[in-house]
């Protein structure tokens, strides 16, 4: 599975972005798909993830502000953030899983800077 991430860049804070990450391979390996993110100096931390059957997660830290959909025809999976703030900063990795398996796929990054 390769995964290709994009739409990063530098917003204002309060403003919006959304990023796309393009899946090659089976939607086997596709079942879980997540965005993670880590910022400088720090470990890499879990941001929203969405499976095949519709079950979405977010980190506390961007619930009601941003939101994980997947794209089956296309097999994509976008991440729409809004009311960006300077601590969403970080480098935005797309990640799959399949949902049997320790398999664990990930693209390259996107960065994201949220200026004040």
């Known amino acids: 599975v390769q995964l290709q991430a994009s739409g990063g860049g530098l917003v204002l804070a309060g403003g919006s972005m959304r990023l796309s990450c393009a899946a090659s391979?089976?939607?086997?390996?596709?079942?879980?798909m997540a965005w993670y993110r880590q910022a400088p100096g720090k470990q890499r931390e879990f941001v929203a993830s969405i499976t095949r059957a519709g079950t979405i997660n977010y980190a506390d830290s961007v619930k009601g502000r941003f939101a994980i959909s997947m794209h089956n025809a296309e097999n994509t999976v976008s991440l729409q953030m809004d009311i960006l703030k300077p601590e969403d900063t970080a480098v935005y990795y797309c990640?799959?899983?399949?949902?049997?398996?320790?398999?664990?796929?990930w693209g390259q990054g996107t960065l994201v800077t949220v200026s004040s």
């Open positions: 391979g089976s939607t086997f390996s596709t079942y879980n």
């Open positions: 990640n799959s899983k399949p949902r049997y398996g320790r398999d664990n796929y």
